[in-house]
C-alpha cells in the first residue's frame, strides 16, 4: 500500500483540564477522501485546527511523507502542505474573485503592481480545472452562490500548494444542488490523484458518494475506522450516533 | 461539465449598466447637480478667476483629509483625531518658527520645522494605530480620546511657551524658502497665464487677476492620485480592501492586517500634517483652534463619496467628487450673499444621510442582500 501523505498517532489535545482529542490517529493518502464523521463535540474541530497550524498538540506527533513535524502557526501548516478551507472560507464578500484567490498572496509586476490580467486568468483558469466556468472573475465575491465560494476557497488552496485539503464541513450550509456541486468539486479534486482530502460532515449519504475511508471520532476518541467497503450501513449509522446502538436509542426515544 | 448554470444567471451587463454599477457614480451626478446649481445661483461668480481660485482652495483641504479618513474607512477604522492632529501640527510647526527647534537646536527654518513636526504627528499616527490594533478597541472610542488629549496638548503648548493661542505675523517665508513656497505658495499660474492671454482673467484695470491656484491643490492632486493608484493597482491596496472588509479573512491568508490598519493610521496623520502645512505657510499664522471638526468633515465627505462605514469598500475618485461637492456648497455663501451661511450645514446633514441610505443599497447589491 502506498505512503499515507499525512500520518496523526495518538493525538491529545487538552485545553486546561479539559481534554478535547484523547489520543486520535489518522492516515490520509493521496487520490483519496478521508471523511472525519462525528457529532457536535466530537472533537473535529479541534482535530482540524491543531492540523492546520491553529493549536499545538499536548502529546503525539504529525507526521509528512513520514517525517514528525511541528507546527507553530497556520503558516508553517500551509508550508508544509496543509491547505484548510475552513466553514466561513476566509473570503471577502466586497472584493472579486481574483482578489480572493490572490488575497495575501499577489503577483506583483516590477513597480510593485498588480499583475491583473494574469491573476484574472490564473483564478478563471484554477477554478474552471474544478467545475466552474466563472466567466467574470472581476465581478464580487457576493454575487456567487455558496457553493461556488466553496469551489473558489478549494481551488486557492490547490493553487497555492496544498497536498492535504481539508475541507469543514463544506455542505452544511448549503442547498440540495449546490451540496452535489460541492461534492462533485471533491470528486474532481480526488482525481487529479496527487491531493488528499479530509473531508468533515455530519452527512452520511454525502461521505458514502465520495468517501474513501472514514474515521468516527466521539468525545475525542477515535470510535471507528475504516474503508468504504469494510463499514456496513448499520454500523455507520452507529459510529455516527457516537457508538450508541440505533436500537437502544430507539427504545430510549419509546419509553419517553 | 462546467457548472455554468448558476454564473449564467448573472446578467451580462452593457457598458452603460457596469458605469451605473460604479461606487463613484452617485457622489458623480451630485457633484454636476452642485456645479451647475452654483453656478447659476452665484450668476457665474464663483468659476470666475477668483472664484475658482477660492472654491479650490477649500476643497482641496478637504480632500487632503478626506483621502485619508476614506482609506483608512476601506480599511474598516475611523480617525477622530484628525481635527485635532491638523491644530497640534499647525501649533508645533509656527511655533518652532517663532521661538525655535526644540532642546537648543537652533533657529528653526521651514523645512527643518515641518520634519520634526511630521516626525512627531507620524509618531502620534503610529501610537494611535498600535492602540486600536492592539487594545482591540473600537477606533472611534481611541482617536475620540486623542481628539481630546491632543486639542488639549496643542492649547497647553501655546499657553505655556507663546502665552497666547495663536501666533500671526510671523515672516513670509514663501518669499526665501523654495520649501515654504512648495507649500503654501501660488502653483499652476501657467493656467491662469493661458485664461489671461485668451482675454480672460482680468482685473477692474484690465491687468492679470490671479497668479495661480494655492498650492495645497497640487498636493490633494498628489496625495489623491498616490491613495488611488496604491488602492488599485497593488498589493497594499488590496490588503487594505481585505483587512476592512473581513479582517479575519485577510489574516487566514497572510495579510499582516495589524501593520496595515497602523500604516493607514499614520497616513491620516499624514494628511493632517500637510492640511496644516498649507495653512502655515500661506497664511502664516497659526491658531489652536485650527482643523476643528475636520475630523467629522473628512469623514462625511468620505461617505458622500460612496466608502462604506463599514470598510472594505469606496473609491478615491468618489472622494474626489465629494470632496468638490462639500467644498463648494461650503463656499457658496460668499459667491450668493443672501443665503444664510448655516444652510451649508443643512445641506451637508441631507446629503449625508442620503448618502449612507445610497451606499447601504450599494454594498447590498455586491453582497447578494446580506
Avoid at chain 1, 19 to 41: Q, S
Avoid at chain 2, 331 to 337: D, G
Amino acid at each position: 500500500m502506498a505512503e499515507p501523505y499525512l500520518r496523526v498517532e495518538g493525538l491529545v489535545k487538552r485545553f486546561g483540564p479539559f481534554t478535547a482529542l484523547g489520543g486520535v490517529d489518522l492516515e490520509v493518502f493521496p487520490g483519496e477522501v478521508h471523511c472525519l464523521l462525528g457529532d457536535n463535540g466530537a472533537g473535529k474541530s479541534t482535530l482540524i485546527k491543531t492540523l492546520a497550524g491553529v493549536h499545538e498538540p499536548t502529546e503525539g506527533k504529525i507526521y509528512i511523507e513520514g517525517k514528525p513535524v511541528e507546527f507553530r502557526s497556520p503558516r508553517d501548516a500551509s508550508d508544509a502542505g496543509i491547505g484548510t478551507v475552513y466553514q466561513d472560507l476566509a473570503i471577502n464578500q466586497l472584493l472579486s474573485v481574483t482578489r480572493n484567490f490572490f488575497m495575501g498572496r499577489e503577483l506583483k509586476g516590477p513597480l510593485g503592481t498588480l499583475r491583473m490580467d494574469e491573476m484574472n486568468k490564473i483564478a478563471h483558469d484554477e477554478m474552471l480545472k474544478i467545475g466552474i466556468d466563472f466567466s467574470d472573475p472581476t465581478q464580487a465575491v457576493g454575487t456567487m452562490s455558496g457553493g461556488q465560494r466553496q469551489t473558489l476557497a478549494i481551488a486557492r488552496a490547490i493553487y497555492f500548494g496544498a497536498k492535504v485539503l481539508i475541507l469543514d464541513e463544506p455542505t452544511s450550509a448549503l442547498g440540495q444542488k449546490q451540496q452535489m456541486g460541492v461534492l462533485k468539486t471533491i470528486k474532481k479534486v480526488r482525481a487529479r490523484g496527487d491531493i488528499a482530502i479530509i473531508f468533515i460532515t455530519h452527512n452520511e449519504i454525502h461521505s458514502r458518494l465520495v468517501g474513501d475511508r472514514f474515521t468516527f471520532l466521539a468525545l475525542g476518541q477515535t470510535i471507528g475506522a475504516g474503508t468504504n467497503a469494510e463499514i456496513g450501513d448499520e454500523e455507520m449509522r452507529r459510529l455516527m450516533s457516537g457508538g450508541a446502538e440505533m436500537g437502544d436509542l430507539e427504545q430510549e426515544l419509546a419509553a419517553i | 461539465m462546467a457548472d455554468t448554470s448558476e454564473s449564467g444567471r448573472l446578467k451580462q451587463e452593457t457598458a452603460i449598466e457596469k458605469l451605473l454599477r460604479r461606487p463613484e457614480i452617485g457622489s458623480f451626478v451630485v457633484m454636476l447637480v452642485i456645479i451647475v446649481a452654483l453656478a447659476i445661483a452665484s450668476d457665474g461668480k464663483s468659476f470666475n478667476a477668483l472664484g475658482l481660485k477660492n472654491n479650490i482652495a477649500i476643497i482641496a483641504q478637504y480632500g487632503i483629509i478626506a483621502t485619508g479618513a476614506a482609506v483608512l474607512m476601506i480599511a474598516g477604522e475611523f480617525d477622530l483625531s484628525i481635527g485635532s492632529m491638523i491644530g497640534f501640527a499647525g501649533m508645533a510647526m509656527s511655533m518652532m518658527l517663532k521661538w525655535g527647534l526644540p532642546f537648543g537646536m537652533g533657529e528653526a527654518t521651514p523645512i527643518t520645522a515641518f520634519i520634526i513636526t511630521l516626525a512627531m504627528t507620524l509618531a502620534l499616527g503610529w501610537l494611535i494605530g498600535t492602540v486600536v490594533v492592539r487594545s482591540g478597541l473600537s477606533s472611534f472610542i481611541v482617536t475620540l480620546a486623542f481628539l481630546f488629549f491632543l486639542r488639549g496638548v496643542t492649547e497647553v503648548s501655546f499657553r505655556l511657551i507663546n502665552k497666547s493661542t495663536q501666533i500671526s505675523g510671523l515672516p513670509d517665508y514663501k518669499e526665501e524658502s523654495w520649501f515654504a513656497n512648495l507649500l503654501g505658495g501660488d502653483v499652476f499660474g501657467w493656467f491662469y497665464d493661458l485664461w489671461f492671454m485668451l482675454g480672460g482673467n482680468l482685473n477692474r484695470r484690465g491687468e492679470q487677476w490671479v497668479e495661480g491656484f494655492d498650492a495645497r491643490f497640487l498636493w490633494w492632486l498628489v496625495i489623491a492620485g498616490v491613495a488611488y493608484f496604491f488602492l488599485s493597482r497593488t498589493q497594499i491596496g488590496n490588503w487594505i480592501y481585505a483587512t476592512g472588509d473581513n479582517k479575519e479573512a485577510a489574516r487566514a491568508n497572510g495579510v499582516p492586517v495589524n501593520r496595515v490598519k497602523i500604516g493607514l493610521f499614520m497616513f491620516t496623520a499624514f494628511c493632517a500634517t500637510m492640511f496644516a502645512a498649507c495653512q502655515v505657510f500661506d497664511t502664516n499664522t497659526s491658531d489652536a483652534a485650527k482643523g476643528n471638526l475636520m475630523e467629522l468633515f473628512a469623514i462625511a465627505i468620505a461617505v458622500v463619496g460612496g466608502t462604506l462605514m463599514t470598510g472594505g469598500f469606496g473609491s478615491v475618485i468618489g472622494v474626489v467628487f465629494g470632496a468638490i461637492t462639500v467644498g463648494l456648497v461650503a463656499n457658496a455663501v460668499f459667491f450668493i450673499p443672501a443665503i444664510d451661511g448655516a444652510w451649508f450645514r443643512v445641506f451637508l446633514g441631507g446629503i449625508l444621510l442620503a448618502a449612507v441610505f445610497a451606499n447601504e443599497r450599494i454594498r447590498k447589491r455586491i453582497t447578494g442582500g446580506i
